[in-house]
């Protein structure tokens, strides 16, 4: 009964697609729609389709038939590729955009953290920004006076809280719009990876304030690519793939059936175009790969051998700068390594500007590196500081099969993502009885 | 001290989100709720409009001023246009104070949702607060530029040898009200030209040509006895056109006051403002969308 926050009932978002592509309409497609619609009309009349109903032909749901419950005090985590719909989710929920179907009822006042910092004016001070900002995520000016001295504190920026916010450090700008942020006190809080940014002593500050907030029994649904911030923060936690709820279960499980899910077991991943993102240009990725020794394409290789990690991409401009990279994460989404195919300061310099042209990337994990398990291959091609523009947090798993690896005498798992090789030396020093 | 902040059971009744079609409730008791908002954003547009200019506020002054100075030269020097009897400086000045504001607002609303793209598509709030801010700012330049007509009013009773004599009398209250049909015209062509601004990009470059040409339709730079009487019903279509009439009849006693002709300008402006308002409301739910 009046146990229940959040109901989501056959929810559904269309969206017309191009609209990312042509930002926005013009008037002058507007009157070309509208003289060519009689003759559109008429053919698909003579097609035998039903001329009155709106071309679906442009159309993609974002979000298709998402049903659940979310019960108060309840904190949800909410996980998924890029794209498969959780941001349009928040934004239903949030108000920020209305559903094309179903409907959604939400028991008491919302607060969302799509973005923080969202209205900071760049020219105001950091004390004029936070009454600023509070007031458009909602809170009243009374609210924000009691809560002054908390939030800059929070923030750590005291002296130079009559400063214009452009003179920030990023660092700083951040702290401040958390701070704000953090200090919103609605019933149910809606929080899409923000905790993403930051260095790692404010994460650390902002994932204590989240545990706080859900503490007090407010409601948080929470989305994150972050899996140990998901997993130390939500007890039950959803999966969203391509607009649709697969999964819904305890966090733990829905973490292991996301990792889990939907990886080839080839051992290679191609790009279809629609995964492409249109402002990755010139940077287009082909394909990645992992092969064994004897240069086979597999999904499970041995950690007694090295193993081959190739990135096939296309650059359709030259380009400048360029840093390709893998991320070698655990199926917990800890990371285990990062590394960029430029760290060599020879390659460096060689490949300081990349012709156009089709390339392949490529690196050998020595043999003895990694423990048994599964891992996930994210690919990130970047130009420092200035651009990234292709990731992809989870372009492929492998799996490391430890037969014949040191310490293998003893059917036991070991801790920790490595199994290295050690050369151990055993001493006697002496007789030891005296 | 440890926190034992619990939430007490919600009062509200549970919000529905559902897809809505058709003519939308305008649901102004929104912006009563998010007063403060519109409060803090008109705050924010006052604050950074002169940030990091030289002459500060000065150019809420300046830009009338120097309006008035050119348009005293090129159109009582040069081409004799006849000002009700009154110097021409003060004719003119004492209408470029409201059509500053009306145009001002108008060219500020109208950009107002596309400069605030960034919380419409992360945050809810009625979009409504944004444009309403936005041509509520416009006000304190005009107070400060109201400051110089008084100047000027002292001036010419000095000076003219008691030629002139402008006083403040009972009519000046009225000032208000014309102010008031000034910001109700200004709102209601923002309302639609902001949210036609969303999906049209169109407008940003209309809006310059746009506002050039009604204040060729308003009686700024010469008399509205220029216009023949059996057209007056007809100018008056223009509500800009009693807002100026009325500042003169007001501040500067030329002509009679304003009579049932107002009444075509009140009109025009309060069906320019109502259809705003649902044609705003209405585009609002795909703003986050389109934007």
Request: hydrophobic residues 45%; positive net charge.
């Amino acid at each position: 009964m009046g146990n229940l926050a959040i109901r989501v009932v056959d929810l559904g978002k269309q969206y017309r697609i191009g609209l990312t592509i042509n930002r926005y309409r013009t008037l002058r497609d507007t009157l070309t729609d509208t003289i060519t619609a009689p003759a559109r009309w008429f053919r698909s009349a003579r097609q035998g389709s039903n001329p009155w109903s709106r071309t679906q032909k442009n159309r993609i749901w974002a979000l298709k038939d998402v049903s659940f419950d979310v019960e108060r005090g309840q904190v949800l985590g909410i996980i998924g590729r890029n794209g498969a719909g959780k941001s349009t989710l928040l934004k239903i929920l949030s108000r920020v955009t209305e559903p094309s179907e179903g409907y959604a009822e939400i028991h008491g006042r919302v607060g969302s953290l799509l973005e923080v910092g969202t209205g900071f004016h760049h020219e105001l001070t950091g004390r004029e920004n936070i009454y600023l900002n509070g007031a458009i995520l909602g809170m009243k000016r009374s609210e924000i006076d009691r809560k002054y001295d908390e939030i800059v504190a929070f923030s750590e920026v005291e002296q130079f809280i009559d400063t214009p916010v452009k003179r920030y450090s990023s660092g700083m700008y951040l702290r401040l719009a958390f701070a704000v942020a953090a200090h919103l006190e609605p019933e149910i809080l809606v929080v899409d990876e923000v905790l993403a940014v930051g260095d790692a002593e404010f994460q650390r500050k902002c994932m204590g304030k989240m545990g706080d907030v859900a503490r007090e029994g407010r409601t948080v649904l929470f989305v994150s690519h972050n899996m140990s911030a998901i997993l130390r923060l939500t007890e039950e936690t959803l999966v969203i793939d391509k607009g649709h709820m697969v999964y819904r279960a305890p966090t733990a499980q829905a973490v292991d059936y996301y990792m889990a899910s939907g990886y080839s077991q080839e051992g290679a991943r191609t790009w279809t175009a629609d995964e492409i993102p249109a402002d990755s240009a010139p940077f287009r990725p082909i394909a990645i790969r992992t092969r064994d020794r004897q240069g086979r394409v597999l999904e499970t290789l041995r950690s007694v051998d090295p193993v081959t990690i190739e990135i096939e991409y296309a650059l359709d401009a030259p380009l400048t700068g360029l840093r390709l990279g893998i991320y070698v994460l655990t199926m917990r989404g800890e990371f285990v390594f990062t590394s960029f195919d430029t760290d060599d300061l020879e390659k460096f310099e060689g490949f300081r500007t990349r012709p156009a042209g089709h390339f392949v990337s490529s690196c050998v994990l020595p043999a003895n590196l990694l423990n048994e398990g599964r891992y996930i291959i994210g690919i990130n091609a970047s130009s420092f500081r200035i651009r990234r523009y292709f990731q992809d947090e989870h372009a492929l798993a492998f799996t490391v099969d430890g037969t014949g690896a040191p310490g293998k005498q003893w059917p036991e798992p070991r801790l920790g993502p490595m199994r290295p090789a050690l050369d151990w030396k055993i001493t006697k020093v002496d007789d030891g009885v005296n | 001290m440890a926190k034992t902040n619990i939430i007490k059971p919600i009062l509200p009744p549970p919000l529905i989100l559902r897809p809505t079609r058709g003519l939308a409730a305008l649901n102004l008791r929104d912006l009563w709720i998010y007063r403060e908002l519109i409060y803090f954003l008109t705050w924010r547009d006052i604050k950074v409009r002169y940030k990091q200019t030289f002459l500060g506020a000065t150019w809420a002054i300046l830009v009338p001023f120097l309006q008035m100075v050119v348009f005293t030269l090129l159109f009582s020097r040069v081409a004799k246009l006849p000002s009700d009897n009154v110097p021409y400086p003060i004719f003119s000045y004492a209408a470029l104070l409201p059509w500053g504001l009306f145009s001002k607002a108008v060219a500020d609303a109208g950009h107002s949702l596309v400069m605030n793209r960034n919380m419409i598509t992360k945050i809810y709030f009625p979009r409504l607060v944004i444009p309403v801010a936005s041509v509520l700012s416009g006000l304190l330049d005009f107070f400060i530029a109201f400051l110089v007509l008084i100047g000027m009013m002292i001036y010419y009773n000095v000076t003219s040898g008691g030629k002139y004599h402008f006083t403040f009398t009972t009519a000046d209250l009225t000032l208000v009200l014309f102010v008031l049909l000034a910001m109700m015209t200004a709102l209601g062509v923002s309302l639609w030209l902001s949210a036609l601004n969303v999906i049209y990009r169109d407008i940003g470059h209309i809006l310059p040509f746009l506002t050039q040409l009604w204040f060729f339709i308003t009686p700024v730079v010469y008399s509205a006895k220029e216009v023949p009487a059996q057209w007056q019903w007809l100018y008056a279509v223009n509500p800009m056109v009693g807002v100026v009439n009325g500042f003169r009849w007001a501040l500067l006693g030329t002509k009679t006051p304003p009579g049932a002709i107002l009444w075509v300008s009140v009109g025009v402006a309060v069906v320019i403002l109502v259809t705003g308002l649902f044609y705003f409301r209405g585009m609002e739910r795909t703003f986050a969308d389109e934007i």
